[in-house]
């Protein structure tokens, strides 16, 4: 795997050589974007960072890894902390940042002892790398939410702009990164034949061999689940990119703007099988209840309307629903979409919205007898 190729921190010292313009622009040119979920070119972003005229600046780094059937991070860290810490310190040292922050999924302590082993035995240099443990609250996988969850406060989203890139960490401006798009600074900058277009796949549910794949952005649908020897009926992408009917859209080629067109986001690459003896509608109460736990409280679409969704399609699962419901289902997921707050709201009722359009028979199939 790409990905796991080892630092010698030869991108460190050759950042320290060439400077921080250097680093922006070959990021820029090889095409290195975001890999947390927006895609957001890296270059670019650490250029708005390196432009701001404020002395204090941060780098953070988003280990939160909490969406559902998301694990790869999870992976580079255990298999390739040495690279990842190299790439937090390149991005420190192109916007003068004196500190860095790893923000740690709550439930990933078992990492933390080797990750701040490597952080030791690797950071050599006067830029200090803490650790922070989140609470394992999903919706510090926004950025924002992070931001306030490491200074202090409850992690709640906040508006933007201003962007983190400007008002960010204690209202400096911040670089924040996932895990995998920082492992991949140090490669993008070393190695001739880094192909931006590899990415890591979290392949799960049904499935013969789950795993992390790393895989071309591209590739069909149909080989990432022939590697993984699954029967799919549905794919989940993650519990917020929603669900499609799998022989329906089995060529489908793995890009973000592919996979769009059957109305679902790719996000993190999250891969979750579920077979033909499997219920959508069970699948759709389990997320539902994720959601319905998830959700920080902040607004009212999605404190309100996660309960609700999650009410009427307990009543469905139990066989107490009738055809209304399955509009009214469908009417409020998608106002909950349009009207909450953050990304978490917005995307809480995908997979319920796909699949009712996608599997409406089942639904249908479930409700009152007696009506
Ligand atoms: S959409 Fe949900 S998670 Fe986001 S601010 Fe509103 S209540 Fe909180």
Redo the contacts with the bound molecule.
């Keep these: 795997m790409q990905i796991l190729k080892e630092s010698s921190m030869m991108a460190f010292n050759k950042t320290v050589e060439k400077g921080p313009k250097w680093v922006i622009d070959t990021l820029k040119n090889k095409g290195l974007t975001g890999r947390g979920g927006a895609g957001f070119p890296t270059g670019t972003k650490w250029e708005m960072v390196f432009n701001e005229k404020e002395t204090e600046k941060y780098v953070v780094c988003n280990a939160d890894e909490g969406e559902p059937g998301t694990f790869k991070d999870r992976m580079i860290i255990e298999k390739n902390p040495k690279t990842l810490i190299e790439g937090i310190m390149i991005a420190c040292h192109v916007i003068t940042a004196k500190k860095a922050f790893i923000y740690l999924r709550g439930e990933y302590e078992c990492l933390k002892e080797n990750l701040q082993k490597t952080i030791d035995e690797v950071n050599t240099s006067d830029i200090e790398i803490q650790i922070f443990q989140g609470a394992g609250a999903y919706?510090c996988g926004d950025e924002t939410a992070i931001l306030r969850s490491i200074e202090g406060y409850r992690g709640?989203?906040s508006l933007k702009p201003p962007f983190p890139t400007v008002q960010g960490l204690f209202e400096k401006p911040t670089i924040i990164n996932n895990v995998e798009t920082l492992t991949n600074v140090p490669l993008a900058l070393m190695m001739d034949d880094w192909d931006p277009k590899l990415k890591l796949f979290s392949l799960s549910g049904k499935v013969k061999h789950p795993g992390v794949y790393e895989l071309k952005e591209g590739t069909p649908l149909s080989k990432l689940i022939k590697l993984g020897d699954g029967e799919p009926k549905a794919i989940h992408f993650g519990c917020f990119g929603g669900c499609l009917a799998y022989e329906q859209f089995k060529d489908i080629p793995l890009t973000p703007e592919e996979v769009l067109k059957a109305d679902c986001f790719l996000g993190s690459c999250a891969v979750i099988v579920t077979d033909k003896k499997t219920s959508i509608i069970d699948v759709a109460t389990n997320i539902a209840k994720f959601y319905e736990f998830e959700?920080?409280?902040?607004?009212t679409p999605?404190?309100e309307g996660t309960m609700r969704v999650l009410a009427i399609l307990e009543n469905i699962a139990m066989g107490q629903a009738n055809s209304a419901d399955i509009d009214t289902l469908l009417e409020l997921a998608i106002v909950i979409r349009d009207t909450?707050?953050?990304g978490?709201?917005?995307t809480a009722t995908n997979h319920v919205i796909n699949a009712i359009k996608y599997f409406r028979e089942e639904f249908e199939e479930r409700l009152c007898k007696s009506e």
Excluded at 295 to 299: E, R
Aim: hydrophobic share 20%; aromatic share 6%; with cysteine.
């Design positions: 919706v709640h989203p959700s920080c409280g902040k607004c999605c404190r909450s707050f953050c978490l709201g917005q």
